[in-house]
Nanobody, 121 residues
Framework: QVQLVESGGGLVQAGDSLRLSCAAS????????MGWFRQAPGKEREFVAA????????LYADSVKGRFTISRDNTKNTVYLEMNSLKPEDTAVYYC??????????????WGQGTQVTVSS
């Protein structure tokens, strides 16, 4: 069982940066891959980034590649999403998830409650 709590969202201007954090409870954090997804109003939840349980490998959606960086600290049971050069189209609720490494929502069994990111133009 893994419980996830996101933080760090907010209202920023285009071009600004934000860092999201996701704190996980449970002793199994280091054995699961972690992912970030986002959902904009009226749209499907979409993949943003994922990191292997050992942090040896990462995946990114094309829309965020080069601007966002996913990382994890297994000693703190925390995964991060550093978001730079934010655009209005990045506005969404951001969710972290724990499960099997990959891009598909179905890979992830555990989800946080989400944190709102709003980027104004």
């Amino acid at each position: 069982q893994v419980q996830l709590v996101e933080s760090g969202g907010g209202l920023v201007q285009a071009g600004d940066s934000l860092r999201l954090s996701c704190a996980a409870s449970g002793r199994t954090f280091s054995s699961v891959a972690m992912g970030w997804f986002r959902q904009a109003p009226g749209k499907e939840r979409e993949f943003v980034a994922a990191i292997h349980r050992n942090a040896y490998s990462t995946l990114y959606a094309d829309s965020v590649k080069g601007r966002f960086t996913i990382s994890r600290d297994n000693t703190k049971n925390t995964v991060y999403l550093e978001m730079n050069s934010l655009k209005p189209e990045d506005t969404a609720v951001y969710y972290c998830a724990a499960g099997v490494y990959g891009l598909a929502k179905a890979n992830y069994n555990y989800w946080g409650q989400g944190t709102q990111v709003t980027v104004s133009s």
